[in-house]
């Protein structure tokens, strides 16, 4: 076997560990979506709004001073269109 042809090898046993390494995680990723699916239908079936929990999710993942400035800003709309 040349250099050429083991570099290859090498190159071509790496590339194909790599895609199958995305592969893997690809599905992991599949696999944990569907279950947190279930686990908003599990909450829906108890009568929580996904809608608000995804919300609030969603503001748990921000930081203090962003979620602060959000706050502060959407009461600052809702007073404007109350006309306050």
Do not use: C, H, P, W
């Not at 790599?18 to 909450?43: G, H, N, P, S, Y």
């Amino acid at each position: 076997m040349t250099d050429t042809e083991t570099a290859y090898r090498v190159t071509a046993d790496e590339i194909r560990t790599i895609v199958e390494r995305i592969e893997r995680l690809d599905q992991e990723k599949a696999d944990i979506a569907e279950t947190v699916k279930e686990v908003f239908a599990e909450a829906k079936g108890r009568g929580y709004s996904t809608a608000i929990l995804r919300k609030v999710i969603a503001r748990r993942k921000k930081e203090a001073d962003e979620l602060a400035e959000e706050t502060a800003l959407l009461e600052m709309y809702e007073n404007a269109l109350e006309g306050k």
